[in-house]
């Protein structure tokens, strides 16, 4: 199995693609502990994972404050006995405008798209010293590769965090970890209508959707399982050579 022994963390992990690879990392022989802050959604998704025959390490936190983000990662090391594979999952749409912008707002999307993601990994680092190596997953996404018109102040954090991981791939291949991010394009996800939808008009939301359809040359949204399968093979050693990279998961649409 792919990910067999290997102690994991994923951090928003309760929903959508964090959930898809909790499930696909157990299901691979993978150690899993799952970071969120929806404390019913982690206990739910435990449980689902036991039926299934399966021990999942679940901790609660708010990954947009600073001391819960650090410990988070200390907890869950100490928890599964250590640290192979870090997937920096946290992340939230943002701001829809530029215009009168609430800095409050703006704050918090930077804090857990990038904020969150940096401290992840400086937290991460000592554990997979000690263990002789690891690797880190972010994620950006299509709008951190072409800039997005409809979400500029999402766009600017997931573009940080591509730098991010063109810098720490360098920084830490003396270390024998490995720093890549996966880019998705329009998921199946609860978090689509926070791009499509911000109105609240569900006649926007088709519409924005259709536009952003046309321009995916396979023509239909990425499934959360897919990304997550994309994450396990940069985090897996089948991808012992690979750092540095930008993976779009997006049906070709930066192809264009």
């Not at 001391?67 to 594979?85: L, Q, T, Y």
């Not at 830490?172 to 996800?189: E, H, I, K, S």
């Amino acid at each position: 199995m792919r990910m067999k022994n290997k102690r994991v963390i994923i951090t928003a992990a309760a929903s959508g693609m964090g959930r898809a690879g909790v499930e696909l990392s157990l299901q691979q022989g993978a150690i899993v502990s799952a970071v969120d802050v929806n404390a019913s959604g982690l206990a739910e998704l435990a449980n689902d994972m036991k039926s299934s025959g399966f021990e999942l390490h679940t901790i609660r936190a708010d990954l947009s404050k600073p001391d819960e983000m650090r410990s988070s990662i200390n907890d869950a090391a100490a928890a599964i006995g250590g640290v192979d594979v870090l997937w920096a999952h946290a992340g939230i749409p943002g701001p829809a405008g530029i215009e009168n912008l609430d800095l409050e707002e703006y704050e918090l999307a930077m804090r857990l798209n990038v904020t969150s993601a940096a401290l992840a990994a400086g937290e991460v680092i000592g554990h997979m010293r000690k263990a002789g190596g690891g690797s880190i997953v972010f994620t950006s996404s299509i709008s951190g590769l072409m800039g997005s018109m409809m979400s500029p102040i999402y766009s600017a954090a997931k573009f940080a965090v591509v730098g991010l991981t063109k810098s720490l791939c360098q920084r830490f291949a003396p270390d024998n970890v490995r720093v890549n991010v996966v880019c998705p394009g329009l998921a199946d996800t609860p978090m689509k209508l926070g791009f499509t939808g911000r109105s609240g008009d569900p006649r926007e939301a088709e519409a924005n959707q259709a536009k952003l359809l046309d321009a995916v040359p396979m023509g239909r949204l990425v499934k959360a399982e897919e990304v997550a399968q994309a994450v396990l093979w940069l985090a897996s050693d089948e991808a012992s050579f690979v750092t540095g990279v930008a993976l779009p998961v997006d049906g070709g649409f930066t192809a264009r």
